[in-house]
């Protein structure tokens, strides 16, 4: 397994330029099983999330070809096996399941692995797709779900019990093709989720109310192929909005959301980091000495969960008192322990971290448990006194282009060994 050593850094300065949304992508490629027809999708980010999902694409039948940033999609004779070997190390995956239903009127996809970040049931989303008419069974570790015919799933008034993200997006791509109209309501107001309705949108599907908290879908019959770019990565461009006040330097973010990161901007501003919007991008300054925030994780538009393992290492920076409280997932405080073993002062309680700032890192070895958490170490490394070694970054490869290139152009120092 692959490790990265980070050096301390120098203050960063430069220009980095933000890729595409995994989390969008993700999605959007499990939802290119719907239309008939090519499709090319750009700006998609080279991750091994994303290759997975096209090598899982290509076993259902889908025809897939990444080049550069470019992934085009042609669907033939769809299979309803989506197997374990690939579902097990991403939890997306199960995004399949509704499209196969939709389009064959079956489904056999494995139950979804992914982060370690707490249990992240599909209850959600099995009981949207059952009220659109679908049945379940859960046999040897897989979903097997029937339609009583292809195009069978009919439109339905579903009330999700949570605005869970993937669940919206999984019920509103399952709704393009079904018929008549579907109404989701305590919907995901999430980007990637809008952006997820814009690409079946450029296909022909007719949905309204995407962004917000009720969405309507009037079920088509056919969905046709189009090319569609899917939007910039918040969570990739906010850890870069880290970096730049923790090691003193000014980055400008091409590509940035800005509004996307409304939440995390203003959160950063109350600590004392300088922004300033530019055409093309963000501008992130390090201004005045960093204090200590509180910070509650929600549901878009409040903080984004995906940011708070990368804040809780601002946070050590700061002076005074920080809090963060992770109201999304359980089990999301694994970078606690490893950040305190690079000489961070933070006490857990409960879902709450407590973060004394001012302390100081210093390198060590250090094991990323998952995708933010592992980002979060390598922040700290940027800052830390000496040498940090972080373990386990395939994690890391999951959800950051060459994070390692994009952070030593503006001055870091980090290396990659391979084992
Ligand atoms: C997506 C993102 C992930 C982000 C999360 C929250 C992708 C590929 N991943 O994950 O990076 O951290 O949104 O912003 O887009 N839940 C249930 N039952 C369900 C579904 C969810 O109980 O059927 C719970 C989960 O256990 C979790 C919470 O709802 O506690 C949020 O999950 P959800 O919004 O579904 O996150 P994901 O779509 O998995």
């Given at each position: 397994m692959d490790t990265l050593i980070v050096e301390k850094s120098g203050p960063l300065h430069g220009t980095i330029t933000v890729s595409g949304s995994k989390n969008a992508a993700l999605p959007i490629l499990m939802a290119?099983?719907?239309?008939t027809g090519r499709i090319v999708l750009e700006?998609?980010?080279?991750?091994a999330d994303i290759h997975t999902s096209c090598k899982l694409l290509s076993i259902l039948g889908c025809h897939t070809t990444f080049e550069g940033d470019t992934v085009t999609v042609e669907c033939g004779t769809l299979n309803p096996h989506a197997p374990y070997e690939l579902v097990k190390t991403m939890r997306?995956?199960?995004?399949c399941l509704g499209p196969l239903l939709a389009v064959l009127g079956e489904a056999r996809v494995s139950m979804p692995g992914g982060?370690?970040?707490?249990?992240?049931?599909?209850d959600i989303h099995l009981s949207g797709l059952e009220a659109m008419g679908a049945s379940f069974e859960l046999a040897e570790g897989y979903i097997i779900g029937r339609v009583p015919?292809?195009?069978g799933l009919k439109g339905a008034h579903i009330v999700l019990r949570f605005p869970s993200v993937g669940a919206t997006e999984h019920l509103l791509t399952a709704a393009a093709l079904a018929e008549g109209e579907t109404i989701i309501e305590n919907a995901a107001r999430e980007p990637e989720v809008a952006d997820v309705a814009g690409f079946l949108i450029a296909c022909g599907a007719k949905i309204e109310g995407?962004?917000?908290s009720v969405i309507r879908v009037q079920g088509v019959d056919r969905l046709r192929g189009a090319t569609y770019r899917v939007m910039s990565d918040r969570i990739e461009a906010g850890t870069f909005m880290v970096a730049a006040p923790l090691t003193g330097g000014e980055l400008f973010l091409e590509n940035c959301p800005v509004r996307e990161l409304d939440a995390v901007i203003q959160k950063m501003r109350e600590m004392g980091v300088g922004f300033e919007e530019r055409p093309g991008g963000l501008l992130v300054k390090s201004g005045r000495e960093l204090v200590g925030v509180e910070v509650e994780t929600l549901?878009?538009?409040?903080?984004p969960t995906d940011m708070q393992a990368q804040m809780t290492t601002l946070m050590c920076h700061a002076k005074g008192l920080s809090m963060v409280e992770e109201?999304?997932?359980?089990?999301?405080?694994?970078?606690v322990m490893e950040l305190n073993r690079m000489g961070a002062e933070i006490k857990v309680k409960g879902n709450a971290a407590i973060v004394k700032g001012q302390r100081g890192f210093t390198g060590a070895p250090v094991m990323a448990s998952d995708l933010r958490a592992s980002a979060s170490l390598v922040l700290a490394g940027l800052a830390a006194e000496g040498r940090t070694v972080v373990e386990r970054i395939y994690h890391l490869d999951r959800g950051y282009e060459n994070i390692e290139h994009k952070l030593n152009a503006v001055g870091a120092r980090i290396t990659r060994a391979k084992s």
């Open positions: 290119c099983i719907l239309p700006n998609v980010p080279r991750l997306a995956s199960v995004l982060c370690a970040i707490g249990a992240r049931p599909v015919r292809p195009g995407h962004g917000t549901p878009y538009p409040g903080f109201t999304i997932f359980e089990n999301r405080f694994m970078h």
